[in-house]
């Protein structure tokens, strides 16, 4: 069997690293040729080349890439405007596309974000088995929830994989006759586990003073996108501080912008002006994206998700929890069905600052700290190792 995933983003982002466990998932198996093809270039190929897979790139237009749902309503008429007099490069960057899906003569095509849905969904051959992966509540986006179900009635033997049941629940309610499985992410447990902190190392990368051994360190890891929740963990930051004044703590938020969808990061100078209305500016420090997540984990004492909208899945938790580390969870869509509460991760009121400091408050203590992780890692073993994604993706497939 032949897999050509299409994805319109190279980065490394939540869909790009399912879409590398995707691939590593099916070379571990055996019997499977996996190919991506993306629109853009990026780490990503480098890490499915490396297990592997064949990768092509057919470089979309810069308007096209700009265009998206996340920004503000102007932003997005701008860069509708601009696909309009890119019209050109637009007519040949299709063509290419369709010639190199016809090329690969794939026996399924898996689609992994929007644009590679909507592109690749109407330029895959008809006899073709085309697998839509979803990674985001649909019904919120102000275009997707109208063509995403249409794309459904073109291609009425498409199969939408939604990475948790929220999501899959929301797409059937926009689109009630679409075959939808739910396949919940992984992770690589034996890359994501418990290993030893490194504290001045985390001090050093964000540029501060190193942390005396009683610190505890808090990290925020995410993408610069706004609904992420930065400005609640840096709240939340100021009322512990303000709560527990004498306590030794650290804040940090680690990652960076890595799509280009105009509208829709935060900055990190708007970051840094938060700490210091905050009252945490000696305590605060940004990081930029690392490639070796896993040592992130490890050296934060305390994973904090703090996503002001529902989570479609929320990776960075099941990768944290997997280190061994306790998570605080904003507790609301996809997030909500990854851990039991109190017992392998703490959830609190998504938005919510006074609560969110509350749970922060609990980790202060060792002890908590440690039965939690343990409990934590136990559960991410049990329920989002690698191993079980290859059989239910070739059920897929089958279809």
Known sequence: MKVLFVTPAAELGGAERCLVDCVAALHEHGGIQAEVLALADGP?????????ARTQIIQAPR?????????????????????????PSLVRFLADLREAIADARPDVVHTNGMKAHLLAGLLTPAQTQLVVHLHDFISARRASKRLLPALRRIRRKAVFIANSQAVARDFTSIAPRADVRTIYNV?????????????????????V??????????????????WKGHGLFIEAAGLLKRAQPQAQVRFYVVGG?????????????????????SGIESH???IPFQDDIARVYRSLNVVVH????????GRTIVEAMACARPVIVANAGGARELFDEGINATGFEPGNATELAAAMMTQLDPDARARLGQSARQHAVSHFGRSRLAPELLRVYAR
């Not at 990503?44 to 592997?52: C, E, M, N």
């Not at 890439?65 to 405007?81: I, K, N, P, Q």
């Not at 912008?257 to 209305?277: K, N």
């Not at 703090?306 to 899945?313: I, R």
């Open 257 to 277: 912008p890595i799509y280009e969808t105009v509208g829709s990061q935060v900055l990190a100078c708007e970051l840094l002006e938060r700490a210091r209305s």
């Open 306 to 313: 703090a996503s002001t909208q529902p989570e479609p899945f």
């Open 209 to 226: 003073q190193s942390p005396t051994p009683e610190t505890t360190s808090f990290g925020l890891v995410a993408t610069y996108a706004r």
């Open 44 to 52: 990503l190929l480098g890490k499915v080349r490396a297990l592997g």
């Open 63 to 87: 308007n096209l890439a700009l265009l998206g749902e996340s920004g503000s309503t102007s932003d997005s008429s701008d860069a509708v405007l601009g696909l309009f007099a890119a019209a």
């Open 187 to 207: 992770v690589d447990t034996t890359y994501f586990q418990a290993g030893a902190a490194e504290p001045d190392w985390l001090a050093n990368l964000a540029g």
């Open 284 to 286: 605060f420090g940004l």
